[in-house]
């Protein structure tokens, strides 16, 4: 909600942020990319294992990780739609703030996000859903 308000370029908090370690732009954004890795790894996982879709764990983690690295693409070419149909000057609406790499750094975030996901979060969810079926 931050992020929508400000524009993710413009976030008050990262502005200071910035300022203080002297980087060249507003990181908010790559925290945003990480929760879009981070929180539809526990959904998807959620989903395959209560429906017993892929019982293998190993191949599940894979799928999710899979799955997730699609929704980042998907979202960066929406981004990238909008820019294009909108008329706006691409740079201002997509937040890169020059940086070439953006749309790859934010993709790699979301992919780190679903692994830590993955690895922090399993076995307590492996612990809940033990106690919902009981």
């Not at 294009?84 to 780190?112: H, P």
């Not at 076995?123 to 079926?133: A, D, F, P, V």
């Amino acid at each position: 909600m931050i992020g929508g308000h400000y524009t993710y370029a413009q976030v008050p908090l990262f502005d200071t942020i910035k300022d203080l370690l002297n980087h060249d732009r507003n990181n908010y954004d790559k925290i945003a990319h990480f929760a879009q890795g981070f929180i539809p790894a526990m959904i998807a996982r959620e989903i395959l294992i209560r429906k017993n879709i892929i019982p293998l764990a190993k191949w599940r983690n894979f799928f999710i990780i899979c799955f997730c690295l699609a929704f980042s693409a998907f979202y960066e070419l929406i981004e990238w739609w909008v820019a294009i149909f909108s008329g706006e000057d691409a740079e201002a609406f997509l937040g890169t703030q020059g940086y070439i790499w953006d749309t790859q750094s934010d993709m790699g975030l979301a992919l780190l996000g679903s692994i830590v996901a993955l690895i922090v979060l399993s076995k307590c969810h492996n612990g809940q859903l033990k106690e919902l079926n009981n």
